[in-house]
């Protein structure tokens, strides 16, 4: 299985690789982008804040990381008119002549444009298109895209469901939860996270549910922090890396392009020594032991409050204990009791 890495800088291979990342993922705005569509996103990310700075560091990346793959992300959900063909021809340079290994898409015009030009095999299917079962991987597979990106939110047994022959997956693996399903989201990230004030003010809800909510959220945010080591907390599927390894998942995700080298660091290390005592045997329960004694965060990991993918410690049911009730798939506890 396959570690793939953020990364926005030169700087940040060669730690990076050291860390045990295989593969990596950047995000890049086409000449002239800004001029054209103002504040349109080319990709999920504010390219200021995420985005590598233009074609010329890209080539950096590239040459440094040898023969590492490198995919460059073109995955809004949609976008304004013109850019597709912009993008297509953009993304038709960036895999010809800058040695791209694939590029990342979610919106279907885009896609099909890049299919019909002869691209399909490079086509990594973002998880912004909620490709979330059988017959979707397949449609996808027909058209000839070569990996799904599965979405964040689904359980084990879907994710055992979506997976056929002749197709790469990828699945979440660690870090940057979202409060709803992102690529059914009509929301924009331009405009402030501000899907974490769902529910703020509602009235007549049942006592504590807001306050357990609250507490979802705050996790799905990386609980606005990291650990006194120096890892980082917030959503994470570390102990689920054996079932997905069964289930046939190749690549595993780590989030954040926006995300300080020393915070993409810290997150492949943890994904690479959690992968590797899945491949060598390894149990949930021993990742999750080695995730508590590396990282720390023990009780987020007990009580399951951070797991993308809280089934692997219960057939597809959150454990739960007094005061704690599942939400949107997690079982949360007030929030005043994790202050």
């Known amino acids: 299985m396959k570690i793939l890495s953020p990364l926005r800088s030169v700087n940040e291979v060669g730690p990076l690789q050291a860390a045990g990342a295989d593969e990596f993922y950047c995000g890049l705005a086409p000449p002239g982008w800004q001029k054209k569509f103002g504040p349109a996103w080319p990709n999920r990310r504010h390219p200021d804040s995420a985005g590598v700075l233009n074609e010329h560091a890209l080539g950096e990346i590239i040459a440094a990381a040898g023969s590492m793959p490198v995919h460059v992300a073109l995955n809004s959900p949609h976008y304004p008119p013109g850019a597709v063909e912009m993008l297509a021809e953009f993304g038709q340079r960036l895999l010809q002549d800058m040695g791209v290994t694939a590029l990342i898409v979610a919106d279907m015009d885009l896609l099909l444009a890049l299919v019909e030009a002869g691209h399909a095999a490079q086509l990594h299917l973002s998880s912004l298109a909620t490709s979330s079962n059988a017959a979707s991987s397949r449609f996808f597979r027909d058209l000839g895209v070569s990996r799904i990106i599965l979405p964040r939110h689904l359980t084990l047994a879907e994710i055992d469901q979506c997976v056929i022959d002749e197709m790469e997956f990828e699945a979440f693996l660690i870090n940057d939860g979202c409060v709803f399903e992102e690529g059914l989201c009509a929301t924009t990230h331009d405009a402030g996270t501000f899907c974490l004030a769902d529910g703020d003010g509602l009235k007549d809800m049942p006592s504590g549910v807001l306050d357990r909510y ?126």
């Open 214 to 339: 609250a507490f979802w959220k705050w996790t799905q945010n990386n609980c606005g922090c990291s650990t006194s080591r120096g890892f980082p907390l917030g959503p994470c599927g570390l102990c689920a890396i054996p079932r997905l390894q069964a289930a046939g998942v190749g690549s595993l995700k780590v989030v954040g392009r926006e995300a300080s080298l020393e915070r993409k660091y810290a997150s492949v290390k943890l994904a690479a020594m959690a992968r590797d005592i899945a491949q060598s045997g390894g149990s949930a329960q021993s990742i999750r032991d080695a995730t508590i004694a590396l990282r720390g965060g023990a009780s987020l990991c007990h009580e399951t409050h951070a797991c993308y993918y809280p089934d692997v410690w219960n057939g597809g049911e959150s454990r739960g204990g007094p005061g704690e009730k599942p939400i949107r798939g997690l079982k949360l506890r007030v929030a005043s009791e994790h202050a």
